[in-house]
């Protein structure tokens, strides 16, 4: 069974920026496509950021320009900056990987307040 391990969670003030980690239990090269997701209280789950296993990366237009989304395939895991944060992206982000099964993390909190 994959597991994916999410971090780096947390408070911030609105214009600043946090960096998330999804660390996997087997090597990510394994996986199609990895990325991330979020889930604001009352609203449906949305892709956020999403990268292929040689490197090309999708964003949602919500996050284009805030937000990057790499992979470190020697220490087996993808990172998400998040830059210019705004109230708006406050929600429950979790991590995914698509290979021969769909894998989700447990998710990370993310809040944008002053």
């Known amino acids: 069974q994959v597991q994916l391990v999410e971090s780096g969670g947390g408070l911030v003030q609105p214009g600043g920026s946090l960096r998330l980690s999804c660390t996997a239990s087997r090597s990510i090269f394994s996986f199609n496509t990895m990325g991330w997701y979020r889930q604001a209280t009352g609203k449906q789950r949305e892709l956020v950021a999403r990268?292929?296993?040689?490197?090309?990366?999708v964003y949602a237009d919500s996050v284009k320009g805030r937000f990057t989304i790499s992979r470190d395939n020697a220490k087996n895991t993808v990172y998400l900056q998040m830059n210019s944060l705004q109230s708006e992206d406050t929600a429950v982000y979790y991590c995914?990987?698509?290979?021969?099964?769909?894998?989700w993390g447990q998710g990370t909190q993310v809040t944008v307040s002053s």
């Open positions: 995914y990987a698509q290979g021969d099964s769909d894998y």
């Open positions: 990268i292929v296993r040689f490197g090309s990366s």
